[in-house]
């Protein structure tokens, strides 16, 4: 979409096959290389509960009908997650050579000896942490957002995003237990802050930044919105 025309139409559009890696594989979050040329997603096949990270070529930066194969990504790395529900954040730092992943259930850092190459992945993490130590709370967590410098992690869930600072930047062992005076309710039904509020039905799914941190972007799918 091209967001200076506020336009409910797409402006490019690219429907994806089959996959040949797989059986019943499905795609579910998706990162960007900065410079638009890579996108990479998490992948689960749904018959065997084998997880994977895609990449995707564009032969035109940001112009994903520009995608090269609509089945077979360009580059593809089977990753030992634990099956808890499939991931729900994707992240590469700005050099390409660190990879974050947020399941259900815990955290995983991995290393890349080759920026950007998915075949130099080390699929042993080097990090791990487990997700109950934090306080998202809700049945799940819809999308991860992590600043350039790796010091804040933000976590969405249905009804609230909160904030948890790493002291040390992209250390996931360094999150903070933190989140009360910096999460962000939207629509809480649930009162879970102890505030009134009045649901406005919002059903978060994704979230980015924008704007130097000035503005959020929420993907909502409620009916009502």
């Known amino acids: 979409y091209d967001i200076t025309t506020a336009n409910s139409t797409p402006d490019k559009t690219f429907t994806f096959g089959s996959y040949t890696v797989g059986t019943l594989t499905g795609?579910?979050?998706?990162?960007?290389?900065?410079?638009?040329?890579?996108?990479?997603?998490?992948?689960?096949?749904?018959?065997?509960?084998?997880?994977?990270?895609?990449?995707?070529?564009?032969?035109?930066?940001?112009?994903?009908?520009?995608?090269?194969?609509?089945?077979t990504p360009d580059a593809y790395r089977t990753m030992p997650l634990v099956n808890d529900d499939s991931a729900n954040g994707l992240y590469f730092t700005s050099n390409g050579l660190t990879l974050i992943i947020v399941q259900q259930l815990y955290f995983y850092k991995f290393t890349l000896s080759t920026a950007w190459d998915l075949s130099s992945i080390n699929t042993t993490p080097t990090q791990q942490y487990q997700k109950n130590a934090m306080p998202i709370g809700g049945n799940a967590i819809h999308g991860m957002f992590?600043?350039?410098?790796?010091?804040?992690?933000?976590?969405?869930?249905?009804?609230?995003?909160?904030?948890?600072?790493?002291?040390?930047?992209?250390?996931?062992?360094?999150?903070?237990?933190?989140?009360?005076?910096?999460?962000?309710?939207?629509?809480?039904?649930?009162?879970?802050?102890?505030?009134?509020?009045?649901?406005?039905?919002?059903?978060?799914?994704?979230?980015?930044?924008?704007?130097?941190?000035?503005?959020?972007?929420?993907?909502?799918?409620?009916?009502?919105?």
């Open 27 to 71: 795609q579910k979050k998706m990162f960007f290389k900065p410079d638009g040329l890579k996108l990479y997603t998490y992948a689960l096949s749904l018959n065997s509960n084998t997880e994977y990270v895609f990449q995707w070529n564009l032969s035109t930066a940001w112009d994903i009908s520009t995608i090269s194969s609509t089945v």
């Open 146 to 225: 992590i600043t350039s410098d790796g010091t804040k992690m933000f976590l969405g869930n249905q009804y609230r995003i909160i904030r948890s600072d790493m002291s040390t930047g992209f250390d996931i062992t360094t999150l903070s237990h933190d989140g009360g005076d910096n999460a962000f309710f939207y629509g809480d039904p649930f009162d879970r802050d102890g505030d009134t509020h009045t649901s406005s039905g919002f059903d978060n799914r994704e979230f980015r930044f924008g704007n130097n941190g000035a503005k959020l972007y929420m993907l909502d799918s409620s009916s009502t919105t």
